[in-house]
């Protein structure tokens, strides 16, 4: 393997999701090699296209969801779609799906055709609520499935209402499931000599499997956990405490030696003693200790108590907006936010890749194309569609 290889070089995907859990997954496997091809309604594209800020008449943060992603157009409803697509199943590893369960059967593009024409082929498939079930058959965001997986009734304060996390984490946390198992069945395939397999990947289902202790607990003690705001019930201290210029730090001191270590950064060797010494009895005086430790943090600006308790080796830091985020030494040192030319647009930043590999680290080649910016490329070299072919299709409105 060359120094400038990937490790997903050679490993082809076929995308056809929209919006948000399915197009995440098409990225991490094109960050780090894999050839993507993502397919889009022609005219409109994916609904992505259009969403949150815009530039040019496209989305920000399209460039990033579908950077080194080969982009074609493809009419799924109509015949010839679905016949182009069945040629494509036959070049490819793996097929990513995000569609309501049915829809691809619906079409005949569903997993049963396109392992008639390719037995090895790897589907994966993302649903709000999984392929079977009384539920499968609803339509199913991100949202729902952090409604009915458990997090957004942890997420807050005891006295107010659920809120969200801020980002479509729903999505997100699916969409890396899917590369785990998508790579978990590739493996399965080319090492034991088997055929493909589909992959069920319900969105409530991931957000539950991250439920951590609650199953159990309310098996054992009938135990409802409910929303704690920035404590972590039974733990102490963690929380996020504010600063005398108005600044907010997160400060976990939740290990019985950290705690000691705590007490001297804050000088307040009064709390070092047999009651706070174990975990136990912390999590009792909770609101004690968050009391007489943000009494301390307010007495100083945000930096000073970081020099502090950096000089004391106690977890720690700054609430950060994405500001911050920009302005950061570390996130810099770690290239963490890159430079990406866009064609007739110039320089773009955005997020860098993780994880980090030694000595196949994944890259960003180009951010994401524009609408059918590859359809001559995959058509004419991978099928070996002819100039009249493309016309025709275009003309119908196939391509």
Known sequence: MGKNEMPLEGVKVLEL????????????????????????????????RKWRLMKDDTSLWWYVQSRNKKCITLN????????????????????????????????GIGYEDLKTVNPKIIMIRISGYGQDGPYSKKPGFGSIGEAIGGIRYLTGYPDLPPVRTGISIGDSIAAIYAVMSGMMALYHRDTKGTQGQYIDVALYEAIF??????????????????????????????????????????????????????????????????????ND???????????????????????DILKILDKYNIPSGPIYNIEDIFNDIHYKAR??????????????????????????PGKIKWAGAKLGQHNKEIYKEKLGLNEEELKKLTEKGII
């Open 76 to 107: 799924l409803k109509e015949k010839e779609g679905q016949d182009i697509i069945k040629k494509l199943a036959k070049e490819v590893d793996i097929v990513i799906e995000n569609f309501k369960p049915g829809t691809l059967e619906k079409w």
């Open 209 to 278: 499997s991250l439920m951590e202790s609650m199953v159990p607990e309310y098996d054992q003690f009938g135990f409802i956990r409910e929303r704690s705001g920035n404590t972590l019930p039974g733990i102490a201290p963690s929380n996020i405490y504010r600063c005398k210029d108005g600044k907010y730090i997160a400060i976990g001191a939740n290990g019985d030696s950290i705690f000691k270590r705590l007490t001297q950064a804050m000088q307040r060797e009064d709390l070092d003693n047999e009651e706070f010494a174990h």
């Open 17 to 48: 999701g929209s919006l948000i859990a399915g197009p995440f997954a098409g990225r991490i496997f094109a960050e780090f090699g894999a050839e993507v091809i993502k397919v889009e309604p022609p005219k409109l594209g994916d609904p992505l």
């Open 335 to 360: 290239d963490m936010i890159k430079d990406i030319e866009v064609k007739n647009f110039g320089k773009l930043k955005m997020p860098g890749i993780i994880p980090k590999f030694s000595k196949t």
């Open 281 to 303: 009895g912390r999590a009792k005086k909770m609101e004690y200790l968050d009391e007489q430790i943000e009494a301390w943090t307010k007495t100083m600006p945000m930096k």
